[in-house]
């Protein structure tokens, strides 16, 4: 039965295909920008450069610094840049932590972004920016963060290693299965959601056998891009809650820890989201939803233990003290025992403790 709900739709222009990165030049002259900063990470810094040659007399310059967890100070430092080239937009390529960079400076300066995504992190669709300053991560919501135009390219993502789209995909799969069972969820949302999750539960095991799989490729991107969606138009609740935490205390990768907490995170939630458990088992076609997400990083190659990821044993506690503090919604309460074992058992590796998706 639909219930009454709140739908707001963000708006950013969308291109996605293969071949699209060619439309960046048109895009950024539809967006009025005539000299743009492009970013990157240092990794990514050719093909930036490539890109600054096809854009022509827009393109100002390069930053290749951008780092994960956007700290201040880098921003800081390509403001300088920006500044000093007089570029009036910026053109963000790469994943997440270089979309960060793009926000950061569009909410000091309100430039537009074009942004070219080469992961499944999904930032691009958010109006949401995470910055660094002595060691503390605080976020941002603002208007002026979300990019006002996005181009996906599958070309730029068939370099993404499948070790790398496999965690980079599970991120994804957790913007969409919380959103499920967001305090705001939407029948609109829903839907992207559950076709999200299905995209990209397909396609990650298809990369996984064979990296250059376009298709595969093709249908995990377009799953990134409604799991971003997802991300930016309900709120989330326990699972971003404990990654963003566990993230920033240990100094923990942002992909693989959302890959190894989903299952326990959403196992805690399951008896109380009936509803999302039977859309996200049918999603990925397991009998158990938490079990399936498990399986399915197990099948993929991909770590399941947080104290292979770095997480020392004696964070366990420390984590769950600081998960109950600071109250968010969540569809359980809180409750700090089971919360300190999920912690433990992802840190360990277990599968999720059994839950019953509901018939
Ligand atoms: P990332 O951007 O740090 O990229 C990881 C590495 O992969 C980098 O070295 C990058 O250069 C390289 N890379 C990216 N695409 C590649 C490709 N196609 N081929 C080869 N190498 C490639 O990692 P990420 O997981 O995309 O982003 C993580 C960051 O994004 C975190 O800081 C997280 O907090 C943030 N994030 C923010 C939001 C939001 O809404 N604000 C949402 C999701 C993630």
């Known amino acids: ?22 439309a960046a030049k048109a895009e950024l002259e539809r967006l009025g920008g005539t000299r743009a900063l492009v970013l990157t990470t240092q990794q990514q810094e050719a093909q930036g450069k490539s890109l600054g040659i096809a854009l022509g007399p827009l393109y100002a310059g390069i930053f290749p610094g951008a780092t994960m967890h956007t700290p201040v100070e880098v921003t800081e430092r390509a403001l300088a840049v920006m500044k000093a080239c007089g570029a009036d937009c ?27 995504p080469t992961t499944y992190a999904g930032s691009e669709m958010t109006p949401i920016v995470g910055q660094t300053e002595n060691g503390l991560k ?17 070309d730029l993502t068939l370099t993404l290693p499948a070790s790398l789209a496999a965690t980079s995909g599970i991120n994804a799969i957790a913007h969409a299965v919380e959103a499920l069972y967001a305090r705001d969820a939407n029948p ?5 959601a559950e076709e999200g999750i299905r995209a990209l539960s397909c396609a990650l095991p298809a990369i996984a056998a064979k990296a250059d799989d376009r298709e595969a490729r093709t249908e995990a991107l377009y799953g990134a891009w409604l799991c971003g969606v997802c991300l930016g138009t309900v709120g989330m609740a326990l699972h971003h809650k404990l990654c963003h935490t566990l993230g920033g205390t240990f100094d923990l990768p942002h992909a693989e820890t959302h890959t190894i907490v989903l299952p326990h995170a959403l196992a805690y939630n399951a008896p109380a989201v009936p509803d999302a458990m039977v859309r996200i088992s049918r999603a990925i076609g397991a ?73």
């Open 1 to 22: 039965m639909i219930g009454s709900f709140t739908f707001e739709n963000l708006p950013c222009r969308v291109v996605f295909g293969s071949g699209t990165l060619a």
């Open 287 to 359: 009998a158990d939803a938490s079990k399936g997400l498990y399986d399915l990083a197990k099948r993929l190659g991909a770590k399941l233990a947080l104290r292979d990821v770095g997480m020392p044993e004696s964070g366990i506690d420390k984590a769950a003290d600081l998960a109950v503090t600071n109250a968010y919604w969540n569809p359980r309460p809180l409750d700090r025992g089971a919360i300190r074992d999920l912690i433990a058992r992802s840190w360990a590796g277990e599968p999720p403790s059994a839950t019953k998706a509901a018939a």
């Open 138 to 154: 605080t976020t941002v919501r603002d208007a002026a963060v979300l990019p006002e135009t996005v181009i996906y390219d599958v």
């Open 90 to 116: 910026v053109v963000s390529l790469g994943g997440g932590s270089t979309t960060g960079l793009g926000k950061a400076l569009a909410l000091r300066t309100g430039v537009n972004q074009l942004c070219i």
């Open 188 to 192: 609109v949302t829903s839907l992207m």
